[in-house]
């Protein structure tokens, strides 16, 4: 299975990334837009993998406590138009938590630097990004993803879901 962990977006964040999407949509530009169920901020890539219990462990033990996920400028990497998403220190700290997690169960980390983004659109040519006004919601959860193509459309599907908790609300 083709797998990532990812945030699953807050409804405002998530509104702010399909008002992105229309923009792009009003310019006219010919791209493949990301559909709505598939928005959200990849945390990290792990590719080819059935080892799902590990990365549910990698998961619970990398969660803290809700925190505020904010959008950013938008930009592009290529051809693949992005939302931004603001590395605040809780986000920054999740992402480190989760990377030591799944570096101590044996999976490949990425060593570039954590740059968050919600995948607007791939394909774009050199389109413009659109301009998205900025929003914030409450991240509240971390996603095991699988990735696959089904009748030609890319489907992420949820395998496991795990809610943050409050600082001392584990075990309670």
């Known amino acids: 299975m083709r797998l990532f962990i990812a945030l699953p977006l807050p409804e405002e964040v998530r509104a702010a990334a399909l008002g992105g999407i229309a923009a792009l949509r009003r310019q006219g530009i010919s791209a493949n837009f990301t559909r709505p169920e598939n928005l959200h901020v990849t945390l990290a890539f792990i590719g080819e993998s059935n080892r ?3 990365l549910r462990r990698c998961i619970d033990g990398a969660c803290g406590a809700p925190f505020a996920l904010e959008t ?5 990497f290529g051809e ?6 603001r590395v ?3 986000l920054a700290a999740l992402e480190r938590r989760l990377r030591a997690a799944l570096s101590a169960e044996g999976f490949a980390v990425d060593s570039r630097a954590f740059r968050p983004h919600i995948t607007l659109a791939r394909g774009a040519g050199n389109a413009a990004p659109p301009e998205v006004a900025k929003s914030a919601g409450i991240a509240e ?3 095991l993803m699988k990735s696959e193509r089904a ?3 890319l489907v992420y599907t949820a395998l496991y879901t795990r809610r943050m908790e409050a ?3 584990r075990g309670v």
């Open 80 to 85: 693949l138009i992005w939302l931004g998403v």
């Open 88 to 90: 605040s220190p809780p």
């Open 167 to 169: 600082e001392g609300a």
């Open 151 to 153: 009748g030609g459309r």
């Open 72 to 76: 950013a400028a938008p930009g592009r």
């Open 52 to 54: 799902t219990d590990a």
């Open 141 to 143: 959860a971390v996603s």
